[in-house]
């Protein structure tokens, strides 16, 4: 996601900063300390403003969310909402998502979101794509045996590549559609996505899940 830098962005941030963890690798193992109490750990790689997090986390109050976003000017946005709504399940990292490994112990996270990642549709980008098994791979090593990776894209092509991608590790996806919204909508959706079935665009999404000897396929 690309944003005009802000003059104002610090003190934004450090005004939310109750709402962020600015040292992710230090909480690596340990991210239930944050909600003891916690069902379940959910994390979001690339939140954007930070919609879909927001209001998950909302809904979900039992669940502890981590939303990572490596864009700061999306990423205040995303946890003014959360600080403005007084969410206590919620927390946000300014990461790149390949660097979840060191941050996230092996099995620690029980589900992943990933929303409309950027399609990359040039050949030579491929091993940039959120999907790409080399992603998968560092998604599954962090993922707890049968967890699972919620993803939804607008773009039919890398909805493809992806599940070629995941049959190449011999990763399960099931609850496969290619119009989630034909019936009208369905579940939480992203601000983006709200903009695309406002269009009538058709969204891809599916559910994979992972085990731990699949990621070293």
Request: glycine share 6%; with cysteine; charged share 25%.
């Amino acid at each position: 996601m690309r944003m005009r830098k802000k003059p104002n962005l610090e003190p934004r941030m450090a005004a939310c900063a109750a709402w962020q963890v600015a040292d992710p690798a230090a909480r690596r193992g340990n991210w239930r300390s944050l909600m003891p109490e916690c069902a379940e750990l959910w994390v979001e790689l690339g939140c954007g403003k930070g919609k879909f997090t927001v209001e998950t986390a909302q809904a979900n109050p039992e669940m502890l969310v981590v939303a990572v976003e490596r864009c700061r000017e999306a990423m205040v946005m995303a946890m003014e909402k959360a600080r403005d709504l007084d969410l206590h399940n919620v927390f946000f990292v300014d990461m790149d998502v390949a660097n979840l490994p060191a941050c996230f112990a092996p099995g620690e996270i029980d589900r992943m979101y990933l929303n409309f990642p950027d399609p990359w549709p040039r050949k030579k980008n491929a091993k940039r794509r959120l999907t790409s098994r080399g992603f998968l791979r560092l998604y599954a090593q962090a993922l707890k045996d049968g967890g699972e990776i919620h993803f939804k894209t607008d773009n039919a092509p890398l909805f493809a590549y992806s599940l070629e991608e995941c049959g190449a590790l011999g990763l399960e996806v099931k609850q496969i559609t290619d119009d989630l919204h034909a019936n009208g909508p369905v579940g939480i959706l992203t601000g983006y996505e709200e903009k695309f079935y406002a269009l009538g665009t058709p969204i891809h999404r599916c559910e994979i899940v992972v085990h731990p000897l699949e990621a070293e396929a």
